[in-house]
C-alpha cells in the first residue's frame, strides 16, 4: 500500500490546518492507522490513531483536545485536523498504517508509511 500524505504548512500560533492521507493499491479499512511526527533531532512520537472503523480514537496527551482524526474508508483516505497550533507542534508528520486492528502507539508496530509532510507554526 503506497501513502500519500498532504496538507501541511506555514502557520500562526493559534491557527489551524488539516492534514491527509491517501492511500492507494489496498484498503485501509481493515486495520489500525494513524499519525505520527518527528521533530528535528528527536525521535518519531505518536500522536493519534483512529480504529479500523473510525469509531474509536486515541491521542497523544499534548494533543488531546486540539487534534481530531478520522477517516473514511470509501475514499481510502484518514485524515487529521489540527487546531490551536503551537510553536511545540513543529515537525514533519507521518501517516501510517498498523499492521493490525489493534491500536498501537509504537512506530514499530505500524508496517507502510507516508512520506510526511512538514507542519512549522510560528510563535
Known amino acids: 500500500v503506497q501513502l500519500q500524505a498532504s496538507g501541511g504548512g506555514l502557520v500562526q500560533a493559534g491557527g489551524s490546518l488539516r492534514l491527509s492521507c491517501a492511500a492507494s493499491?489496498?484498503?485501509?479499512?481493515?486495520?489500525?492507522v494513524g499519525w505520527f511526527r518527528q521533530a528535528p533531532g528527536k525521535e518519531r512520537e505518536y500522536v493519534a490513531a483512529?480504529?479500523?472503523?473510525?469509531?474509536?480514537?486515541y491521542y497523544a496527551d499534548d494533543v488531546k483536545g486540539r487534534f481530531t482524526i478520522s477517516r473514511d474508508n470509501t475514499e481510502n483516505t484518514i485524515y487529521l485536523q489540527m487546531n490551536t497550533l503551537k510553536p511545540e507542534d513543529t515537525a514533519v508528520y507521518y501517516c501510517?498504517?498498523?499492521?493490525?486492528?489493534?491500536?498501537?502507539?509504537?512506530?514499530?508496530?505500524?508496517?507502510?508509511w507516508g512520506q510526511g509532510t512538514q507542519v512549522t507554526v510560528s510563535s
Open positions: 483512529v480504529s479500523y472503523s473510525g469509531r474509536n480514537t
Open positions: 493499491g489496498r484498503t485501509l479499512s481493515s486495520y489500525t
Open positions: 501510517a498504517r498498523s499492521g493490525t486492528r489493534a491500536i498501537e502507539t509504537t512506530p514499530q508496530r505500524y508496517d507502510y
